[in-house]
């Protein structure tokens, strides 16, 4: 009964280090996202997937990559770190136009 | 301007009191509406989503959509403590986007 796995939970990175957050989910949902929320700002949309192959920029794409290989998972990769990328990230996954779930959250020091 | 927006509170209220939270949102394509409950330091749960115009009620909580006003608002009767939580509004399109508002924090006092 896993639902939304967000790997890892927790990461500090230097600047200009990259890294890839992994998200899978088991649902069999169509649609993917990826949001950062920061304090007094709600969830932000980074990127979003309506399904396989496809993706598209949310509210706040700069500086992320995103990647849908397949159905189940929906990566996000940071190329070169910056302090303002120190967030809760979030994965979340939904049939198209229903209720999203959401994964446990990664959270992001960026030092 | 956010594409949803809401009031960042905090919003404070008697144990026992109906809460009133509320959200608008500009895009007029959106079709899908949710209210999610969240804890500090937890993910979002969904309370409620809400699909066409008028009122939605279960148990303590009614969802209110007014698509012509671009308006959708949670009652939360006879709020509890344990409701103290911030309150996300997100508004889903019909090009599989979801966005959120910034979020409402309720307070409930005993």
């Known amino acids: 009964n896993a639902g939304v796995t967000q790997t890892p939970k927790f990461q500090v990175l230097k600047t200009g280090q990259s890294m890839t957050l992994q998200c899978a989910q088991d649902m069999n949902h169509n649609s993917m996202y990826w949001y950062r929320q920061d304090p007094g700002m709600g969830l932000r949309l980074i990127y979003y997937?309506?399904?396989?192959?496809?993706?598209d920029k949310g509210e706040v794409p700069n500086g992320y990559n995103v990647s849908r290989l397949n159905k189940r998972e929906f990566s996000l990769r940071l190329e070169s770190a910056a302090p303002s990328q120190t967030s809760v990230y979030f994965c979340?996954?939904?049939?198209?136009?229903?209720?999203?779930?959401f994964g446990q959250g990664t959270r992001l020091t960026v030092v | 301007q956010k594409e949803v927006e809401q009031n960042s509170g905090p919003l404070s209220v008697p144990e026992g009191a109906i809460a009133s939270l509320n959200c608008t949102y500009s895009?007029?394509?959106?079709?899908?509406f949710f209210w999610y409950r969240q804890y500090s330091g937890k993910s979002p749960e969904l309370i409620m989503f809400i699909y066409s115009n008028g009122d939605k009620e279960d148990g303590r909580f009614t969802a209110q959509l007014n698509k012509a006003s671009q308006y959708v608002s949670l009652l939360i009767r006879d709020s509890q403590p344990s409701d103290s939580a911030t309150y996300l509004c997100?508004?889903?399109?019909?090009?599989?986007?979801?966005?959120f508002g910034q979020g409402t924090t309720l307070q409930v006092k005993p």
């Open positions: 997100a508004v889903g399109s019909n090009t599989g986007k979801l966005i």
């Open positions: 997937s309506a399904s396989e192959g496809t993706t």
């Open positions: 895009d007029r394509g959106s079709q899908s």
């Open positions: 979340a996954s939904s049939p198209i136009g229903s209720e999203a779930f």
